[in-house]
């Protein structure tokens, strides 16, 4: 036992001294507040220089009322669009496109609608611009042409409406959650934590099961596992190093964790102070999120670390491992693709099973149940799968450790591995 | 009480016998050579007796407790195949391997400090596994092996890639080991290593024991039936196909071996016959270099 002790301290303090660990632990927080901040910025932030604009009107009188829609101010007052010209149902329309395209090519125009004769038939309008990736934009004058042909629309069957903003205005759903001890609020925000959570669950059970199999490699091509094969039991040796790395990621966590709370905390109080009845916090955070995915995850993590060691056990370099890790990683990849299955339909039968299959529970059950909490049988029978199918996996994994590890050369057959199983 | 009893062991990878039958006795306080060629079933042998690898039938006994988890701590063990955590300090590794062989922290600090004083490398105990030459992680490997004094050491090719300087040192301590009663098994492929050395021998070759025993009485069995011969001057005087079986050139030197019953004189006449100048004649018993060529190339006959 105190062998084992010795493995997790070693395996623990040289992950957690490396310049690798303290960046990533540091850095992740500060990348993610950075990519959040920045696309939030951009997200906010409409086009700052006017949009100059001409209406190829080939169906007459519309423009007049796109640019009612197109009345947004830019943030130094001035308009976000600006009309250069309308050309109502000009005698030669191929003449003015290329005019018109000829503007926009140099510069002069941002851009210009086209609008066809059949457009009230359903007949597409176009949009001419050097950028028509710009979907602020494409949007905007989309959304005001859509209203523009409503309101001829009206007005041809003799209804005349001089706001049609104020009939446009549209609300939104609200979604609440009915669930079997009441009802609450649900949002975007669920949605988001939910494909948090799962990302987190991936990431993690690739990242460290990763980390495990590279030190499994690392000790094998140094060579110094015939020397701690001579003082330890493989077995030891494995749950030392399973151990050890866990307490690695643990780490991690508890600092971002840390951090996260710190930040909506001060985040919310910041708020308050401009925005008093602000001060709830960012996130309410179900008391469900704090039971059931640790377990599951910690499960998850002993299944596919110890699956990850025997891959690395099996092969003589850094190169190899790389190959044979390529399976292991796409089950997990299956998971977070078979993902949205759960979510649309939790209780269809591919979901019950995608979430008692041990090799996808860990990830799939914990969404299950931040989508629509199964029956407290359905959960226990997946852990309990879990737990098992872990338990055997750590032993067939701790049988081929052992041998794996003093074997250098030719990568095992599958026959061969099967033989491993035997020796003693 | 043996230092090793090794009774009838044999060990078998899928159809691969690796050893076949062994037994190996191994006395208290003695340097052991286990010899043989490569692939004769050494490295299996030792990781038995080291409980790495745990023999199909038959059984071990170090210093007579069955091999087990317990005897592992009884051992020391310098792999032919050298290998320490690159990334990590020297001095932690030695602390973390001799914790693994069952010293307490402060202890092993201590005597990590000991020993790379000894062995020369204290003003690297704070470097990286990585920044040492070959021949100081060399060292620093033998370190790990000696650091809980163990009453048995195992030394696979404990000599290959060390300077003479380095090598007279370790040398030195495993005599000093010795003298202290540590047993020694020395692996190797230097015969004249295992002459200068070992007090006893065992060679194997395909898994089995083909010569075992006490050093100098397995030579004495041979008999002095060596001429060794040292001269300037042409060596046709050797060609004599009825008293000389083989010859064994050194290039200032031959060592000739004797047919049996064939008289060393007839060479010495010839060499005085054709002028040859001699600065050594010599009666002596055959090489272990010999003897090991001639054991394992039988066994292929």
Redesign the interface.
């Known amino acids: 036992m ?2 084992i002790w ?2 997790v301290k ?1 395996e623990y303090l ?1 992950r957690v001294r490396t310049k690798g660990f303290i960046l990533s632990t540091v850095g992740l927080p500060l990348l993610s507040v950075g990519i959040f901040a920045v696309s939030l910025a951009l997200a906010t932030s409409k086009t700052e220089s006017t949009f100059k604009i001409s209406i190829l009107d080939n169906l007459g009188g519309l423009a007049p009322q796109i640019m009612q829609g197109l009345k947004e101010k830019l943030r130094d007052g001035q308009p976000a669009y600006q009309l250069v010209r309308t050309w109502d149902r000009p005698p030669s329309e191929a003449t003015v496109r290329e005019a018109l395209n000829n503007q926009v090519r140099n510069e002069e125009l941002d851009g210009f609608l086209e609008v066809p004769r059949g457009v009230l038939n359903g007949e597409d309008a176009a949009l001419h611009t050097r950028n028509p990736n710009d979907f602020q934009t494409t949007r905007t004058i989309g959304l005001a042409l859509n209203n523009a042909l409503i309101a001829r629309r009206l007005s041809d069957r003799g209804v005349h409406i001089d706001n049609l903003d104020e009939i446009m205005r549209g609300v939104d759903l609200t979604m609440v959650k009915v669930t079997k001890t009441g009802e609450s609020k649900e949002g975007l925000e669920s949605l988001i934590m939910q494909i948090s959570l799962v990302m987190i669950l991936y990431i993690t059970l690739v990242v460290y099961g990763m980390m495990t199999m590279r030190s499994v490699v ?2 094998k091509t ?12 493989p077995s030891y040796l494995l749950t030392g190093k399973i151990l050890g790395v866990a307490g690695v990621g643990f780490t991690q966590y508890l600092i971002w964790m840390c951090t996260g709370a710190l930040v909506t905390t001060y985040g919310a109080a910041v708020g308050s102070a401009f925005r008093p009845g602000a001060a709830a916090p960012l996130f309410h955070l179900p008391i469900i999120y704090l039971v059931y995915p640790p377990i599951f995850f910690v499960v998850g993590y002993f299944l596919y670390a110890s699956l990850y060691a025997a891959l690395g056990a099996m092969v003589s370099s850094e190169e190899e491992s790389q190959q044979v890790q390529m399976p292991v990683t796409l089950v997990l990849v299956a998971c977070m693709v078979l993902y949205p299955i759960i979510q649309r339909a939790p209780n269809s039968p591919l979901s019950v099973a995608l979430t008692m299959f041990p090799f996808s529970s860990p990830i799939l059950m914990v969404c299950r149940i931040t989508v629509q909490t199964p029956p407290f049988w359905q959960i226990a029978l997946s852990l309990a799968l879990c737990v098992a199918t872990t338990i055997g996996i750590i032993q067939v994994s701790a049988k081929i450790y052992r041998v794996g590890i ?1 074997m250098y050369g030719k990568r095992p057959s599958l026959v ?1 591995l099967l ?1 491993w199983l035997r ?2 | 009480m043996e230092a090793i009893a090794v009774e009838h062991v044999t060990k078998r990878f899928d159809t691969v016998v690796a050893v076949s039958d062994l037994s190996l006795h191994v006395e208290q306080g003695t340097v052991f050579g286990l010899l043989g060629p490569n692939g004769a079933g050494k490295t299996t042998s030792l990781r038995m007796i080291m409980h790495i690898l745990v023999p199909d039938e038959g059984a071990i006994q170090i210093l007579g407790q069955p091999a087990g988890e317990q005897t592992q701590d009884l051992i020391g063990y310098l792999p032919e195949e050298r290998g320490l955590y690159a990334r990590m300090k020297v001095r932690e590794v030695l602390v973390f391997l001799a914790g693994l062989k069952g010293l307490r922290q402060a202890d092993a600090s201590a005597r990590v400090r000991e020993w790379l004083e000894r062995l020369d490398l204290a003003a690297w105990s704070e470097k990286k596994v990585n920044d040492l030459s070959k021949g100081m992680q060399q060292k620093a490997q033998f370190i790990a092996a000696v650091i809980h004094q163990p009453p048995i050491l195992i030394l696979d090719e404990p000599f290959t890639g060390l300077d003479p300087v380095n090598a007279t040192l370790i040398k030195d301590i495993m005599l000093d080991l010795r003298e202290k009663g540590s047993t020694i098994i020395l692996s190797t492929h230097r015969m004249e290593q295992v002459e200068m050395m070992c007090d006893a021998i065992c060679l194997i070759n395909h898994g089995r024991s083909v010569l075992a025993g006490d050093l100098r009485a397995i030579k004495k069995s041979y008999g002095k039936n060596t001429v060794r011969i040292e001269y300037s001057g042409d060596d046709s005087f050797l060609d004599l196909p009825e008293s000389v079986e083989k010859i064994n050139h050194f290039g200032a030197a031959v060592e000739a071996k004797l047919r049996p019953g064939a008289d060393p004189q007839e060479i010495l006449k010839a060499a005085v016959a054709r002028g040859v100048r001699l600065s050594r004649f010599e009666l002596v018993e055959p090489p272990l270099h010999d003897i090991f060529i001639e054991k394992v190339s039988e066994a292929h006959a």
Do not use: P
């Open positions: 105190r062998k010795l493995v070693r040289t690392e000790e140094s060579h110094i596992v015939e020397v701690l094969a001579s003082s330890i039991k003093l061969e033989r020796y003693t």
